[in-house]
Nanobody
Framework: QVQLVESGGGLVQPGGSLRLSCEAS????????MGWYRQAPGKQRELVAR???????NYADSVKGRFTISRDNAKNTVYLQMNNLRPEDTAVYYC???????WGQGTQVTVSS
């Protein structure tokens, strides 16, 4: 059974940066797409960024040019580098492996002065 463990959330001022990490267990990581989602209070969970097994990426329009998703198959880890953070980026961020339907426990990101 695949497990995903996120880390790296926290409190940051507007304009600041954070890097989220998601480490996956199991041996299929390098063969599957991985995604980052977020859910703000009172809102639906939404896709933030996704990276395929081959490294192709796509982003929500709201984060294009500010966020970068990447993966390190040797470490079974996917990252989300978040720059120029805005208050509207405040949410719980979740890692997802679509093939297995696995979600991480979530990590809180709060952008506030």
């Amino acid at each position: 059974q695949v497990q995903l463990v996120e880390s790296g959330g926290g409190l940051v001022q507007p304009g600041g940066s954070l890097r989220l990490s998601c480490e996956a267990s199991g041996s299929i990581f390098r063969f599957v797409a991985m995604g980052w989602y977020r859910q703000a209070p009172g809102k639906q969970r939404e896709l933030v960024a996704r990276v395929t097994a081959g490294g192709t990426t796509n982003y929500a329009d709201s984060v294009k040019g500010r966020f970068t998703i990447s993966r390190d198959n040797a470490k079974n880890t996917v990252y989300l580098q978040m720059n120029n953070l805005r208050p509207e980026d405040t949410a719980v961020y979740y890692c997802n492996q679509a093939l297995t339907g696995t979600w991480g426990q979530g990590t809180q990101v709060t952008v506030s002065s």
